[in-house]
Protein backbone atom coordinates (compact mmCIF):
# COMPACT_ATOMS: atom_id res chain seq x y z
CA UNK A 1 0.00 0.00 0.00
CA UNK A 2 1.57 3.40 -1.08
CA UNK A 3 1.49 6.12 1.77
CA UNK A 4 1.26 9.67 1.23
CA UNK A 5 3.59 12.52 2.75
CA UNK A 6 1.51 13.27 5.64
CA UNK A 7 1.80 9.47 6.70
CA UNK A 8 5.49 9.30 6.36
CA UNK A 9 6.20 12.60 8.33
CA UNK A 10 3.94 11.16 10.63
CA UNK A 11 5.81 7.63 11.36
CA UNK A 12 9.02 9.54 11.10
CA UNK A 13 8.04 11.95 13.86
CA UNK A 14 6.76 9.18 16.24
CA UNK A 15 8.72 8.36 19.22
CA UNK A 16 11.51 6.56 17.70
CA UNK A 17 14.95 7.71 18.04
CA UNK A 18 16.64 9.09 15.75
CA UNK A 19 18.80 7.73 13.02
CA UNK A 20 21.16 10.36 12.17
CA UNK A 21 21.60 13.30 14.81
CA UNK A 22 23.48 16.16 13.27
CA UNK A 23 24.02 19.06 16.02
CA UNK A 24 25.95 22.38 15.57
CA UNK A 25 28.65 20.97 12.69
CA UNK A 26 30.98 23.44 11.59
CA UNK A 27 33.34 23.08 8.72
CA UNK A 28 35.50 26.00 7.95
CA UNK A 29 38.36 26.27 5.33
CA UNK A 30 41.50 27.79 5.94
CA UNK A 31 42.37 30.65 2.99
CA UNK A 32 45.24 32.37 2.42
CA UNK A 33 45.23 36.08 1.49
CA UNK A 34 47.97 37.88 0.26
CA UNK A 35 46.81 41.47 -0.25
CA UNK A 36 49.33 42.61 2.89
CA UNK A 37 52.85 42.30 3.32
CA UNK A 38 52.71 39.65 5.00
CA UNK A 39 49.99 36.87 4.35
CA UNK A 40 46.70 36.47 6.55
CA UNK A 41 44.92 32.96 7.12
CA UNK A 42 41.06 33.88 6.51
CA UNK A 43 38.17 31.05 6.83
CA UNK A 44 35.61 29.72 4.48
CA UNK A 45 32.49 29.65 6.05
CA UNK A 46 31.21 27.00 4.45
CA UNK A 47 29.03 24.85 6.73
CA UNK A 48 28.91 26.87 10.35
CA UNK A 49 26.59 25.32 12.78
CA UNK A 50 24.25 23.04 11.10
CA UNK A 51 21.62 20.78 13.50
CA UNK A 52 18.94 18.39 12.42
CA UNK A 53 17.68 14.82 12.84
CA UNK A 54 16.39 12.25 10.89
CA UNK A 55 14.37 8.95 11.75
CA UNK A 56 14.66 5.77 10.03
CA UNK A 57 12.87 5.44 6.93
CA UNK A 58 12.45 9.62 6.61
CA UNK A 59 13.91 11.53 3.58
CA UNK A 60 14.87 15.27 4.63
CA UNK A 61 15.36 17.90 1.66
CA UNK A 62 18.71 20.10 1.55
CA UNK A 63 17.71 23.26 -0.53
CA UNK A 64 19.54 26.89 -1.10
CA UNK A 65 21.11 28.53 -4.13
CA UNK A 66 24.72 27.36 -4.91
CA UNK A 67 27.58 28.32 -2.45
CA UNK A 68 25.11 27.68 0.54
CA UNK A 69 26.53 24.65 2.15
CA UNK A 70 24.26 21.72 0.99
CA UNK A 71 27.16 19.73 -0.67
CA UNK A 72 29.68 20.08 2.05
CA UNK A 73 26.68 19.11 4.58
CA UNK A 74 25.78 15.88 2.72
CA UNK A 75 30.07 15.14 2.58
CA UNK A 76 30.46 16.06 6.14
CA UNK A 77 27.54 13.05 6.74
CA UNK A 78 29.50 10.46 5.31
CA UNK A 79 32.53 11.91 6.50
CA UNK A 80 34.14 12.08 2.95
CA UNK A 81 35.86 15.44 4.48
CA UNK A 82 36.74 16.26 8.27
CA UNK A 83 34.15 18.17 10.26
CA UNK A 84 35.83 21.60 11.83
CA UNK A 85 33.75 20.66 15.07
CA UNK A 86 30.18 19.80 15.99
CA UNK A 87 28.73 15.99 16.02
CA UNK A 88 27.12 13.43 13.62
CA UNK A 89 25.67 10.44 15.85
CA UNK A 90 24.60 7.65 13.44
CA UNK A 91 22.56 5.41 14.66
CA UNK A 92 23.73 5.79 18.29
CA UNK A 93 27.85 5.71 17.36
CA UNK A 94 28.96 9.74 17.22
CA UNK A 95 30.93 9.18 13.84
CA UNK A 96 32.58 13.03 13.85
CA UNK A 97 35.75 12.45 14.99
CA UNK A 98 36.60 8.24 15.44
CA UNK A 99 39.34 7.11 13.85
CA UNK A 100 39.02 5.74 10.13
CA UNK A 101 39.83 2.18 11.48
CA UNK A 102 36.52 1.99 13.75
CA UNK A 103 34.42 4.53 10.81
CA UNK A 104 35.17 1.50 8.03
CA UNK A 105 32.57 -1.03 9.54
CA UNK A 106 29.85 1.66 9.72
CA UNK A 107 29.91 3.23 5.83
CA UNK A 108 28.35 0.03 4.43
CA UNK A 109 25.25 1.62 6.76
CA UNK A 110 24.95 5.78 5.17
CA UNK A 111 26.02 5.65 1.29
CA UNK A 112 26.24 8.94 -1.00
CA UNK A 113 25.00 9.13 -4.63
CA UNK A 114 27.05 11.63 -6.69
CA UNK A 115 25.65 14.42 -8.54
CA UNK A 116 28.12 13.56 -11.98
CA UNK A 117 27.13 10.22 -13.30
CA UNK A 118 29.77 10.40 -15.77
CA UNK A 119 32.43 11.15 -13.24
CA UNK A 120 31.48 9.00 -10.24
CA UNK A 121 32.20 5.84 -12.25
CA UNK A 122 35.44 4.19 -13.00
CA UNK A 123 35.71 4.44 -16.97
CA UNK A 124 38.15 1.20 -16.37
CA UNK A 125 35.74 -1.01 -14.77
CA UNK A 126 33.05 -3.08 -15.85
CA UNK A 127 29.77 -2.35 -14.49
CA UNK A 128 29.44 -5.61 -12.48
CA UNK A 129 33.01 -4.62 -10.95
CA UNK A 130 31.70 -1.41 -9.58
CA UNK A 131 28.58 -2.71 -8.38
CA UNK A 132 30.20 -6.10 -6.94
CA UNK A 133 33.24 -4.09 -5.50
CA UNK A 134 31.10 -3.26 -2.01
CA UNK A 135 30.07 -7.03 -1.71
CA UNK A 136 33.55 -8.47 -1.87
CA UNK A 137 35.07 -5.34 0.40
CA UNK A 138 32.09 -5.61 2.92
CA UNK A 139 31.97 -9.71 3.25
CA UNK A 140 28.73 -9.35 2.59
CA UNK A 141 28.40 -12.59 0.34
CA UNK A 142 30.35 -15.38 -1.04
CA UNK A 143 33.07 -14.97 -3.87
CA UNK A 144 30.89 -17.37 -5.72
CA UNK A 145 27.69 -15.69 -5.26
CA UNK A 146 28.61 -11.61 -6.12
CA UNK A 147 27.64 -12.03 -9.66
CA UNK A 148 24.08 -13.18 -8.81
CA UNK A 149 23.71 -10.24 -6.34
CA UNK A 150 25.62 -8.04 -8.64
CA UNK A 151 22.84 -9.27 -11.32
CA UNK A 152 19.89 -8.73 -8.47
CA UNK A 153 21.00 -4.93 -7.62
CA UNK A 154 21.37 -4.39 -11.70
CA UNK A 155 17.27 -5.90 -11.98
CA UNK A 156 16.81 -3.67 -8.75
CA UNK A 157 17.31 -0.52 -10.79
CA UNK A 158 15.90 -1.18 -13.76
CA UNK A 159 18.98 -2.38 -15.97
CA UNK A 160 19.39 -5.42 -17.83
CA UNK A 161 21.64 -7.94 -15.82
CA UNK A 162 23.45 -8.66 -18.93
CA UNK A 163 25.32 -5.40 -19.20
CA UNK A 164 27.55 -6.29 -16.35
CA UNK A 165 30.66 -6.76 -18.82
CA UNK A 166 29.57 -3.51 -20.28
CA UNK A 167 31.99 0.08 -19.42
CA UNK A 168 30.35 3.35 -18.26
CA UNK A 169 30.62 4.84 -21.51
CA UNK A 170 28.39 2.27 -23.18
CA UNK A 171 25.30 3.58 -20.63
CA UNK A 172 23.44 6.86 -20.82
CA UNK A 173 23.59 9.41 -18.82
CA UNK A 174 20.16 8.14 -16.79
CA UNK A 175 21.46 4.18 -16.46
CA UNK A 176 24.64 5.62 -15.39
CA UNK A 177 22.88 7.04 -12.70
CA UNK A 178 20.85 3.77 -12.05
CA UNK A 179 24.24 1.91 -11.44
CA UNK A 180 25.77 4.49 -9.22
CA UNK A 181 22.71 3.72 -7.18
CA UNK A 182 22.68 -0.25 -7.43
CA UNK A 183 26.29 0.91 -5.83
CA UNK A 184 25.01 2.31 -3.36
CA UNK A 185 22.43 -0.22 -2.61
CA UNK A 186 24.30 -3.10 -2.92
CA UNK A 187 25.82 -2.68 0.68
CA UNK A 188 22.00 -2.37 2.44
CA UNK A 189 22.44 1.02 3.56
CA UNK A 190 20.39 2.60 6.35
CA UNK A 191 20.67 6.14 4.25
CA UNK A 192 21.33 7.57 1.41
CA UNK A 193 22.76 10.97 0.88
CA UNK A 194 22.12 12.07 -2.67
CA UNK A 195 23.44 14.89 -3.71
CA UNK A 196 21.60 16.43 -6.53
CA UNK A 197 21.06 13.19 -8.16
CA UNK A 198 19.08 14.47 -11.12
CA UNK A 199 20.57 17.81 -11.80
CA UNK A 200 22.54 16.64 -14.52
CA UNK A 201 19.83 14.53 -16.36
CA UNK A 202 17.92 15.39 -19.21
CA UNK A 203 14.39 16.66 -18.07
CA UNK A 204 12.57 13.36 -19.58
CA UNK A 205 14.94 11.16 -17.60
CA UNK A 206 14.77 13.16 -14.42
CA UNK A 207 11.28 12.05 -13.46
CA UNK A 208 12.34 8.21 -14.45
CA UNK A 209 15.11 8.12 -12.07
CA UNK A 210 13.06 9.81 -9.08
CA UNK A 211 10.07 7.45 -9.15
CA UNK A 212 12.59 4.55 -8.79
CA UNK A 213 14.53 6.35 -5.81
CA UNK A 214 10.67 6.84 -4.20
CA UNK A 215 9.80 3.05 -5.39
CA UNK A 216 13.16 1.42 -3.44
CA UNK A 217 12.47 3.90 -0.42
CA UNK A 218 9.31 2.20 -0.45
CA UNK A 219 10.50 -1.27 -1.09
CA UNK A 220 13.78 -0.83 1.21
CA UNK A 221 12.67 1.64 4.09
CA UNK A 222 15.81 3.62 3.30
CA UNK A 223 16.08 7.58 4.79
CA UNK A 224 17.39 9.93 2.15
CA UNK A 225 19.28 13.60 2.79
CA UNK A 226 18.54 14.74 -0.61
CA UNK A 227 20.12 17.89 -2.06
CA UNK A 228 18.81 19.49 -4.67
CA UNK A 229 17.86 22.80 -6.41
CA UNK A 230 14.73 21.73 -7.72
CA UNK A 231 12.02 22.80 -5.25
CA UNK A 232 9.73 20.74 -7.26
CA UNK A 233 11.08 17.73 -7.30
CA UNK A 234 11.87 18.32 -3.26
CA UNK A 235 8.25 19.01 -2.55
CA UNK A 236 7.66 15.15 -4.22
CA UNK A 237 9.92 13.29 -2.35
CA UNK A 238 10.67 14.79 0.71
CA UNK A 239 8.97 14.57 4.19
CA UNK A 240 10.90 17.90 5.65
CA UNK A 241 12.74 20.37 4.33
CA UNK A 242 15.44 22.01 5.19
CA UNK A 243 16.66 25.62 3.73
CA UNK A 244 20.25 26.75 3.80
CA UNK A 245 21.92 30.23 3.38
CA UNK A 246 25.48 30.97 3.77
CA UNK A 247 26.08 27.69 5.70
CA UNK A 248 23.22 27.74 7.73
CA UNK A 249 19.82 26.04 8.47
CA UNK A 250 17.04 29.61 8.07
CA UNK A 251 13.93 27.32 8.40
CA UNK A 252 13.07 23.49 8.52
CA UNK A 253 9.87 21.87 9.01
CA UNK A 254 7.41 19.60 7.07
CA UNK A 255 7.27 19.65 3.27
CA UNK A 256 3.49 20.82 3.17
CA UNK A 257 4.76 23.55 6.36
CA UNK A 258 7.63 24.80 4.31
CA UNK A 259 5.80 25.12 1.10
CA UNK A 260 2.03 26.12 1.61
CA UNK A 261 2.94 28.73 4.45
CA UNK A 262 6.67 29.48 4.34
CA UNK A 263 7.80 31.97 7.39
CA UNK A 264 11.58 33.04 6.64
CA UNK A 265 12.20 35.79 3.93
CA UNK A 266 14.54 33.68 1.86
CA UNK A 267 12.08 30.55 1.87
CA UNK A 268 9.76 32.63 0.46
CA UNK A 269 11.95 34.27 -2.44
CA UNK A 270 13.32 30.62 -3.37
CA UNK A 271 9.74 29.52 -3.78
CA UNK A 272 8.36 33.16 -5.56
CA UNK A 273 11.54 31.84 -8.12
CA UNK A 274 10.26 28.85 -8.94
CA UNK A 275 8.29 28.34 -11.98
CA UNK A 276 4.82 28.14 -11.74
CA UNK A 277 2.48 25.20 -13.55
CA UNK A 278 -0.55 27.70 -12.40
CA UNK A 279 0.36 30.08 -15.21
CA UNK A 280 0.18 27.14 -17.83
CA UNK A 281 -3.25 25.99 -16.52
CA UNK A 282 -4.31 29.53 -17.25
CA UNK A 283 -4.35 31.46 -13.56
CA UNK A 284 -2.64 34.42 -13.14
CA UNK A 285 0.88 34.48 -12.38
CA UNK A 286 2.05 35.88 -8.70
CA UNK A 287 4.14 38.63 -8.50
CA UNK A 288 8.39 38.06 -7.98
CA UNK A 289 10.37 38.72 -4.91
CA UNK A 290 12.89 39.62 -6.71
CA UNK A 291 16.36 39.53 -4.20
CA UNK A 292 18.75 42.64 -4.44
CA UNK A 293 22.78 42.08 -4.46
CA UNK A 294 24.98 39.55 -4.01
CA UNK A 295 25.51 36.46 -1.79
CA UNK A 296 27.97 37.84 0.72
CA UNK A 297 31.22 36.20 0.96
CA UNK A 298 31.13 33.08 3.24
CA UNK A 299 34.71 34.18 4.16
CA UNK A 300 33.25 37.56 6.29
CA UNK A 301 29.55 37.02 6.23
CA UNK A 302 27.17 39.70 7.83
CA UNK A 303 27.27 40.25 11.13
CA UNK A 304 23.39 38.83 12.90
CA UNK A 305 21.33 37.63 10.40
CA UNK A 306 23.00 36.44 7.36
CA UNK A 307 19.98 37.48 5.10
CA UNK A 308 19.75 40.67 6.13
CA UNK A 309 21.72 42.26 3.44
CA UNK A 310 18.94 41.32 0.85
CA UNK A 311 16.39 41.11 2.81
CA UNK A 312 13.19 43.58 2.15
CA UNK A 313 12.49 43.83 6.03
CA UNK A 314 15.48 43.90 7.86
CA UNK A 315 16.01 46.15 10.86
CA UNK A 316 17.97 47.56 13.16
CA UNK A 317 18.27 44.32 15.51
CA UNK A 318 19.04 41.73 12.42
CA UNK A 319 22.26 43.30 12.26
CA UNK A 320 22.99 43.10 15.43
CA UNK A 321 21.43 40.22 16.95
CA UNK A 322 22.00 36.71 14.95
CA UNK A 323 18.19 35.18 14.79
CA UNK A 324 18.06 31.48 16.59
CA UNK A 325 16.74 28.77 14.99
CA UNK A 326 13.49 27.97 16.91
CA UNK A 327 9.92 27.19 16.95
CA UNK A 328 7.56 30.37 15.49
CA UNK A 329 4.81 31.50 17.63
CA UNK A 330 2.41 30.98 15.46
CA UNK A 331 3.20 27.24 14.63
CA UNK A 332 0.43 24.81 16.19
CA UNK A 333 1.54 23.20 19.61
CA UNK A 334 3.91 20.50 18.86
CA UNK A 335 5.29 21.78 15.89
CA UNK A 336 8.66 20.39 14.49
CA UNK A 337 8.75 23.65 12.25
CA UNK A 338 11.61 26.14 13.04
CA UNK A 339 13.00 28.84 11.73
CA UNK A 340 15.64 31.70 12.03
CA UNK A 341 14.01 34.51 11.74
CA UNK A 342 13.21 38.14 13.91
CA UNK A 343 10.06 39.35 11.65
CA UNK A 344 8.83 35.74 10.57
CA UNK A 345 5.68 35.89 8.19
CA UNK A 346 3.64 33.34 6.88
CA UNK A 347 2.54 33.16 2.77
CA UNK A 348 0.33 30.94 1.62
CA UNK A 349 0.42 32.30 -2.34
CA UNK A 350 3.82 31.20 -2.97
CA UNK A 351 4.06 27.87 -5.11
CA UNK A 352 6.63 25.45 -6.27
CA UNK A 353 5.23 22.04 -7.91
CA UNK A 354 6.54 19.35 -10.03
CA UNK A 355 5.02 16.96 -12.59
CA UNK A 356 4.44 13.56 -11.49
CA UNK A 357 4.43 10.56 -14.21
Not at 20 to 35: G, Q, S
Not at 109 to 129: A, E, K
Request: glycine share 6%; net charge neutral.
Amino acid sequence: MTTTTDERAAAATGDAAPLLEVTDLVKHYPVKEYARLFPKTLQTRAVDGVSFSLKAGETLGLVGESGCGKTTTGRLITRLIEPTSGSIRFDGTDIATIKESKLRPLRRDFQLIFQDPYQSLNPRQTVGTIVGTPLAVHNLVPKNKIKARTAELMELVGLNPEHLNRYPNEFSGGQRQRIGIARALAVEPKLIVADEPVSALDVSIQAQVMNLMEDLRQKLGLAFVFIAHDLGVVRHFCDRVAVMYLGKIVEIGASDDIYTAPQHPYTQALLSAAPDLNVVRGAEPNERIRLTGDVPSPIDPPTGCRFRTRCWKAQEVCSTTEPVLETPDSAVRGSAHRLACHFPEVRTDLVAEAPVD
